[in-house]
């Protein structure tokens, strides 16, 4: 292809000049909408290079700003709702103007509160960072006594109609010698004034288009619900009479249904598009005509709008392959009878895949769509096209996402000759659309007010909050709203660049996203495998560390199920949403081991609101805004407290044969006929409340065994029979050594221990009832891996079935308890070893030594059902001559059992 091309530019270089025709375009992509107006703030940005933004104590970044021309409105408390209180219809007056420094540059305007002087805003004028004027400052009022600041560079006033005013952003910047500078920002690539420049520079034949993002998206003042702006936006793009435009993002947000209705008779194209309802369809590609030339538009999606937008899945939307299909698509449009001079692809799609694109689509002239790629320093670009031999095809030139930009395509015959791009940066000076703006002030000034509310305090001082610091309060908010152990987010949303406070407008304008919570519910046993697997894989996390494996500050409990929250975009993730996916139980009784969560209303807890309502709690229960610094500080190292009703083992089982009673069976080899009539009884439990904080836990436990069998006509025959009762407390708070894998505290407990019916000796006659109360203290091991608890100490016990003829006995104890999980199956095991003191009253019914212990394998049936088997030994050594043999008992055995530990 080389040589023929080479071919081709020496047989042109003898030709004659062919004619050339031009194509003009005006294009726009990745606007965003309203929000796309940026405030750059480059007189802060300055200031912290220079050595006196050290004298910078404070800034407070506020909404309450009206702006008119070179007119700003604002009050003393910085308030929105207080400045549309001055406009209320009412005439208003003025006082007489004093004059104020102010620095003016291109995209702020800094006043000075007070007569004075602003040394680090002189030195920013004497190094051409703006320029040093005296404005005027006059104090307004209305009849309702309501009054704000007027400033400007003009003695004459304002038109008093909140329409004829915008909403701007504004910094309060406090320095050490008292002075205060007000900042306000003026917007670049604000909305009003894009419709202004965008009509100013159609003419006939221009043709415009737009390559996705042009509208709002999610609302970021009504949480869950689409931007109130957005039929502002295809109103716009209707006045336009666009040639062709391609959705974005922000347009299929809330699906694609919603956003048809929304652009009804607007030409939207999607190549790589299909659905499964023909009604939600769009066309491939356009044609149009314009300058003699046949101009065809395709547009391109990314794929990962399905993972983003899950409601386009549910829809029956499919978005294929973005070259297979586009590149089908394309040589159709070549093969028709008249087929286009040149084909244009819009995109909003991702560098990787215009990097795809570039490199293996053929045929496609242009592409606009790279906002990576803007510059918006060019004035002009030029690029020289080589021509193409017939037939040949060639990989599109890419075209930056540069705000407003236009684009010339010449044409010599059939090949395309150049490429020339303009891009036009829309800044605060030029002019508005008034229709544009007074629709924008509108919804401004009705639904900021509410919400232009103190909510977090200034975190960082006057360094602007880091993405780490943002998204942790985030995170702790939807932890401590949801009380999850974990929860898991993906990237959120950049945080703003700028320091102090956030009201709770400013808040939700930087959580504008529709995504849903959702929890899992994780068995303890796969806890510990779910931090292994999402540790550096989910962006945001917070409730479990994932490098001691602790949930809520508590080590991982295999008993307990931990609720794992997240959000439905989050899981869309095939890394995350696969790990979380794979961890929940699948058996046929369990449950549904994820659900959306849900507000009393019924309707999906949204990420943003939970957000909100939580921090609006910490904020109005602490009295302020620094109530969340505080509670912020202390969440993720916080242990809160926890009610759990923990059932180690419940099981019951009774058992009624009837026998044939005939022994005229006798010498039948079967069981079941020679066997007498019995009842058999056993039943087991062990079951206790548990509290935990950061200071004490302490629990009251009961636990209980009893199994009889009686042939009928005989009396019961007990296998089994023991209950204790038991209350116990440790404290967290003094354990030592405080930072080691395995600390010590302090433990303490009181034990009741008795059976439910008296033993007999050989003859017949009832012994004692055993009821021994005890008391242990010593030292408890936290949990560690596997280990949940070790006790070691020494107890005093008191039979206190014979206290006048029985003293006190003193011994030391050891009680453990372990779990692990491998593969779904539970092995624990549990012990208790106690070493008895000798008394002068010792006799044949005291013990040296006793320890009970029983080993456990459990295999899950549901979420708290098992079936186990299991080993129970007792062994035991007595204090005198008669009985200081060494004696064992064992059981082996399998049950179901009811088991877990349920926070209450």
Wanted: with cysteine; charged share 20%.
């Amino acid at each position: 292809m080389l040589l023929a091309l080479i071919g081709l530019a020496l047989s042109q270089e003898m030709a004659p000049a062919p004619e050339v025709s031009s194509v003009e375009i005006l294009y726009t992509g990745h606007r965003g909408g309203v929000r796309a107006g940026l405030y750059p703030f480059h007189t802060f940005h300055h200031l912290r290079q220079l050595d006196a933004a050290m004298a910078l104590t404070e800034v407070e970044v506020f909404s309450g700003t009206l702006a008119q021309d070179d007119w700003l409105l604002r009050t003393a408390d910085r308030r929105l709702g207080s400045v549309l209180a001055l406009l209320d219809g009412s005439e208003v007056h003025c006082d007489m103007p004093a004059p104020v420094l102010a620095l003016v540059t291109s995209t702020d305007i800094a006043v000075l509160d007070s007569p004075g002087e602003m040394p680090p805003l002189s030195a920013l004028a004497a190094l051409n960072q703006g320029t040093m004027t005296e404005h005027v400052v006059r104090v307004c009022r209305n009849a309702a006594g309501a009054e704000a600041l007027l400033t400007g560079p003009s003695v004459s006033l304002p038109e008093w109609a909140v329409e004829a005013f915008e909403v701007r952003t504004s910094l309060r910047l406090d320095f050490s010698d008292g002075s205060v500078v007000t900042l306000t920002g003026i917007p670049v690539q604000e909305t009003a004034r894009t419709m202004a420049a965008l009509e100013s520079l159609q003419a006939p034949g221009v043709l415009y288009m737009d390559a996705g993002d042009f509208v709002d998206g999610a609302s970021t003042v009504r949480p869950g619900q689409l931007s109130l702006h957005r039929p502002l936006g295809f109103e716009m793009l209707r006045r336009l009479e666009p040639a062709a435009l391609a959705p974005g993002h922000t347009e299929l947000v809330g699906g694609a249904a919603g956003f048809l209705r929304e652009s009804e008779g607007l030409p939207y194209v999607a190549t790589n598009w299909s659905a499964d309802d023909p009604a939600l369809e769009l066309a491939p590609y356009r044609i149009v005509t314009t300058a003699g030339r046949r101009v065809g538009v395709i547009s391109v999606l990314d794929p990962v709008l399905l993972t983003d937008l899950p409601v386009l899945v549910q829809e029956g939307i499919t978005i294929t392959d973005p070259v297979d299909s586009v590149q089908a698509v394309v040589d159709e449009m070549y093969a028709l009878a008249e087929p286009p001079d040149t084909i244009i692809a819009l995109t909003t799609a991702s560098s990787a895949v215009m990097g795809t694109l570039r490199r293996h689509l053929r045929g496609v002239d242009v592409m606009l769509g790279d906002p990576t790629f803007a510059t918006l320093r060019v004035e002009e670009r030029n690029v020289f096209m080589r021509p193409l031999p017939p037939g040949a095809k060639a990989a599109p030139l890419t075209l930056s996402m540069d705000g407003v930009t236009t684009v010339r395509l010449s044409f010599a015959e059939d090949n395309l000759q150049s490429v020339v791009s303009a891009p036009r940066l829309v800044i605060g000076a030029d002019p508005q659309d008034d229709a544009v703006r007074a629709r924008i002030t509108a919804i401004r000034t009705e639904t900021y007010p509410p919400l232009d509310v103190p909510l977090v305090p200034e975190l960082s001082g006057t360094q602007a909050m880091s993405q780490e610091a943002w998204s942790q309060l985030v995170c702790e908010a939807v932890r401590s709203a949801t009380e999850a152990d974990a929860v898991l987010l993906r990237a959120l949303p950049p945080v703003r660049r700028l320091p102090g406070p956030l009201t709770e407008l400013q808040l939700l304008d930087q959580l504008g996203i529709l995504d849903q919570l959702v929890s899992y519910d994780i068995p303890g046993g796969s806890m510990a495998t779910l931090l292994d697997r999402v540790y550096g894989v989910a962006p945001v996390s917070c409730g479990a560390t994932m490098t001691n494996k602790k949930a809520r500050g508590r080590s991982i409990d295999a008993e307990r199920t931990y609720r794992v929250v997240t959000t439905n975009h989050t899981v869309d993730d095939p890394t995350l949403g696969g790990v979380l996916g794979s961890l929940v139980p699948t058996r046929l009784l369990d449950g549904p081991g994820s659900r959306t969560l849900r507000d009393p209303e019924g309707a999906p807890l949204l990420l943003s609101q939970t957000v909100l309502d939580e921090l609006r709690g910490v904020r109005d229960a602490g009295g302020g805004p620094a109530a969340v610094s505080s509670w912020l500080q202390a969440a993720p190292g916080a242990i809160p407290p926890m009610w759990l009703l923990r059932m180690r083992q419940v099981d019951l089982q009774l058992v009624r044969f009837q026998g044939t009673e005939n022994d005229a069976f006798a010498e039948v080899p079967e069981t079941l006929a020679t066997s007498p009539s019995s009842v058999t009884l056993s039943t087991a439990a062990d079951i206790a409340v548990e509290r935990s904080s950061a200071k004490i836990t302490a629990d009251l436990r009961l636990q209980g065994s009893y199994a009889s069998q009686r042939i009928i006509g005989e009396e019961f025959a007990e296998s089994a029979d023991d209950w204790k009762l038991s209350t116990s407390g440790t404290l967290p708070s003094l354990a030592l050594p405080a930072s080691a894998a395995l600390a010590w505290m302090p433990y303490s407990e009181l034990l009741y221990d008795s059976e439910l019916t008296p033993t007999l000796d050989e003859d017949g006659i009832e012994n004692p009832r055993q009821a021994d109360l005890s008391l242990a203290s010593g030292l408890s091991s936290k949990p560690w891996r596997g280990l949940k608890n070790v006790r070691v100490g020494g107890f005093a016990n008191q039979d206190v079935a014979r206290l006048g003829s029985k003293p006190t006995e003193f011994g030391g104890k050891t009680t453990w308890e372990t779990a692990y999980t491998v593969s779904g199956l539970t092995w624990s095991t549990d012990g208790d070893l106690q070493i008895f003191a000798s008394t002068p009253q010792d006799d044949a019914t005291d013990l040296r030594l006793k320890f009970t212990g029983e080993t456990r394998l459990a295999m899950p049936l549901a979420r708290f059902l098992s079936i186990n088997l299991y080993a129970q030994g007792f062994a035991l050594k007595g204090r005198v001559a008669a009985n200081e043999a060494l004696g064992f008992s064992w059981t082996l055995g399998s049950s179901l059992d009811i088991s877990g530990a349920f926070e209450l």
